[in-house]
């Protein structure tokens, strides 16, 4: 009788036992309601970063765009952060800044996860005078990546060139016994390479001109190169039904028909910009001085003439993110270093102002760079570039068949070859090699 109690009572202790074990997952239930809660009241947000890798962050819900802002540049390293910014594409398929003064759920359409493009925003004039070797450095990325695309036009013989100064920035000086005729193959330069300009580009990396140049040294030439090509640019349609592409740049806004530059609008020279439903209105003015004998009397008949010109968007959101994009130009290349005693508030109609005025709020909460400018430790930021199959084989000593002219004479890029006359024969080739 005893035996059978005591054995009941074991069981019965075991299985309590048991029970308290298969329960103990489940007082874990804190955390997972953390957790829980955490998804609820957070959203991820996805970051392309310049070198295409991906960086997710866990923002709250209600969080500005400044707080992602410092997040992502903190996570790099990025010092002088004025120049870049968060690129996202809205409905409408037009691309967007993301504003650092609002909350990151209502300017984007899409999401979670919200994906955005880390891009440099505005292009410094002088970018070989930039204080930070990183802020250099994505700019040498981005401006790559652009010609490689096509999003950034580029002559064929400047391309060489600066394809050139990328391979001596990642590989050094160039050496024929390590580097095969089709070693300039495995990488992506321009939308028109071929057979020819690779090896073009190997014979101008061999050129005792980029010989003994470190990386800084390189990517310096890079962006002294490339900062004078025209910079990125929106499709607009002038009122001649000619398409052109209204560029924006340092100086001021730059009209294109195709490569060739049509005009150029000077900030200071800008008197009003604004635009309703499609169209974009932008008055210029000009000064005209009469032909006198005496200079100071043409000084006191100098007239100002006026020039209206209207551009034709594909819709309204197009126009006024045109518009916005030309007032955080105007703000930061002009009114950033003049000072705000110098602002022309004249040049937005008063239905404007108001935004106009929220937008240089915005660029200044954004634009706030550290002082301690050497005091950052960050790890090695240069990333080696995509690698493809490369060509057939040919022979190594193509290479060095034919010198290459310097381009300091001149913006034409000659090479002899016996498929080419007075420069680059450019066939109808595919751009996948």
């Not at 802002?69 to 390293?77: C, D, L, T, W």
């Not at 160039?174 to 028109?192: D, G, I, K, M, V």
């Not at 607009?236 to 609008?265: A, H, N, T, W």
């Not at 290349?333 to 602002?343: E, P, Q, Y």
């Amino acid at each position: 009788m005893a035996t059978n109690f005591l054995r009941t009572l074991s069981q019965r202790l075991t299985k309590s036992k048991n029970r308290s074990q298969h329960q103990q997952p489940h007082s874990s239930s804190i955390p997972r309601n953390k957790e829980t809660s955490i998804r609820h009241s957070h959203c991820q947000c996805r970051v392309q970063l310049l070198d295409n890798s991906d960086l997710n962050i866990l923002i709250g819900k209600a969080a500005m765009g400044q707080e992602l802002y410092q997040r992502v540049f903190a996570h790099i390293g990025l010092i002088e952060r004025d120049y870049f910014g968060l690129q996202f594409i809205d409905h409408m398929q037009v691309r967007q800044w993301l504003d650092p003064a609002k909350r990151i759920r209502k300017q984007l359409p899409f999401g979670p996860p919200y994906n955005f493009r880390l891009r440099v925003k505005f292009f410094s004039n002088d970018p070989v005078n930039l204080k930070d070797e990183l802020t250099r450095y994505l700019f040498f990325v981005q401006l790559r990546q652009d010609i490689q695309t096509g999003f950034l036009d580029c002559p064929p013989e400047v391309a060489i060139y600066l394809a050139a100064l990328g391979l001596q920035s990642e590989f050094g000086d160039f050496n024929p016994h390590t580097y095969s005729s089709t070693f300039a193959s495995e990488f992506r330069f321009h939308p028109l390479q071929n057979e020819q300009m690779e090896l073009a580009i190997l014979r101008q990396w061999a050129d005792k001109q980029l010989e003994g140049m470190n990386p800084c040294r390189a990517e310096a030439a890079f962006l002294d190169k490339a900062r004078k090509l025209p910079l990125y640019g929106h499709n607009v349609q002038g009122r001649d039904g000619c398409e052109y592409r209204l560029g924006l740049s340092p100086q001021g806004m730059l009209v294109l028909d195709g490569r060739q530059k049509i005009g150029l609008f000077l900030w200071e020279k800008v008197q009003r910009l604004d635009f309703r439903g499609r169209r974009l209105t932008l008055v210029v003015e000009e000064e005209i001085q009469n032909s006198k004998n005496s200079q100071e009397q043409s000084q006191q008949q100098q007239l100002v003439h006026l020039h209206t010109f209207i551009f034709q968007t594909n819709s309204s959101r197009a126009a006024k993110n045109l518009w916005k994009c030309a007032i955080e130009f105007h703000t930061f290349f002009r009114l950033k270093f003049i000072g705000n005693n110098g602002m022309n508030r004249k040049i937005f109609s008063p239905l404007f102002r108001t935004e106009y005025e929220a937008i240089n709020k915005n660029n200044e909460l954004q634009y706030q760079q550290p002082k301690n400018l050497n005091l950052i430790e960050r790890p090695p930021f240069r990333r080696p570039s995509r690698r493809y199959p490369p060509r057939q084989q040919q022979k190594k000593e193509e290479i060095l068949k034919s010198p290459v002219k310097s381009l300091d004479g001149g913006n034409n890029f000659y090479f002899n070859n016996n498929n080419t006359q007075n420069g680059i024969k450019r066939p109808a080739m595919s751009t996948e090699l």
